[in-house]
């Protein structure tokens, strides 16, 4: 069983994404990658898409979650290729956190994992859990 944690430790620790997405001299970025998700902050693998968040990164932290309110869209896509993982890095390009993408009960809930080149990708609302799992 893993250990529990008191929600405002969770929340506390969801700030810390926050913060660290707004390291950097710029907005940070969630970046959207095909293939096998590496180790935590390992080698990327084909890069998708890549959002960029408002700067300062404006979100909320309450209940351990963390809900982002403000994402740009990829106007063009990089690649074409199924989602199945994303990296939120600072404007620096600096590791904050990996996640799994889905189309639900992921990290990050997508309407569609498919992604075409040159083709807009949007994400109307983002958030991560910090669950006692």
Known sequence: MAIAYLESIRNARLQLVADGLNGGSGAGLLRLYSGTRP??????????AELTLSDPCEATVTGGVLTFDTITSDASANATGTATWFRGVDS??????DGD???SGADLNL?????????????????ITAGND
Do not use: E
């Not at 620096?92 to 956190?97: P, S």
């Open 92 to 97: 620096d390009g600096t590791f904050v956190c």
């Open 39 to 48: 180790s935590t902050g390992g080698t990327v693998t084909t890069l998708l």
């Open 101 to 103: 993408v889905g189309t």
């Open 111 to 127: 309407n569609t994992t498919s992604i075409v080149a040159t083709q807009t990708v949007a994400i109307t609302s983002a958030a």
